[in-house]
């Protein structure tokens, strides 16, 4: 089996394909993590020195990669990565079950303004102007992220029941 989650930032991809990954004995991924390994920088480096073209063009190259594995996985995508590239295209065309972790406006802003420190897209903005940068990310996002075969609601509820649940959904 090979499950993709996708999602919004903050909406605990990795966090939840981790946990998620122990319950089913998976190999887990970071599309992310993946990406600095293969290319030896860290993802704000590839930004600054070759650009987001550049950026999301190996991100489809490396998505594909992976894709293409023989083991099973899990694999947690960056929170862009759908809506480049025709990427959900090749998950949706793959034999990947790919699950979208939505959550609404209000509980993303508020687990952004929460964690904004680690998150090197919104920690120059101000608390107020939080919402506004969410909300618009969203509405562009949503068609893309709502493409997955599945959607889970993850308002209101833990890291430890959004992974119980895929457990659930998925056995």
């Given amino acids: 089996m090979k499950i993709v989650l996708l999602g919004y930032m903050a909406s605990g991809k990795s966090s939840i394909g981790k946990r998620l990954s122990k319950k089913l004995s998976m190999n887990f991924l970071d599309l992310d993590d993946y990406i600095i390994e293969k290319e030896k920088m860290s993802i704000s480096e590839i ?3 070759k650009g987001e073209v550049y950026f999301r063009l190996i991100e489809n ?3 594909k990669e992976i894709l293409a594995k023989d083991k099973d996985f899990i694999l947690a995508l960056g929170g862009g990565t759908p809506c480049y590239a025709n990427n959900m295209e090749e998950i949706n065309n793959s034999d990947a079950k790919s699950i979208y972790l939505q959550g ?3 509980t993303m802003i508020e687990r952004l303004i929460r964690k904004k420190a680690k998150r090197p897209l919104i920690a120059s903005l ?7 940068f969410v909300a618009k990310h969203l509405f562009e996002r949503r068609p893309f992220y709502e493409q997955a075969k599945t959607i889970v609601k993850i308002d209101n509820k833990t890291k430890a029941e959004v992974a119980e649940e895929l457990e659930n959904l998925l056995s």
């Fill in 61 to 63: 190259k490396y998505l």
């Fill in 47 to 49: 930004f600054k020195t």
């Fill in 126 to 132: 101000g608390d107020d102007q939080i919402p506004e």
């Fill in 104 to 106: 609404s406006t209000a």
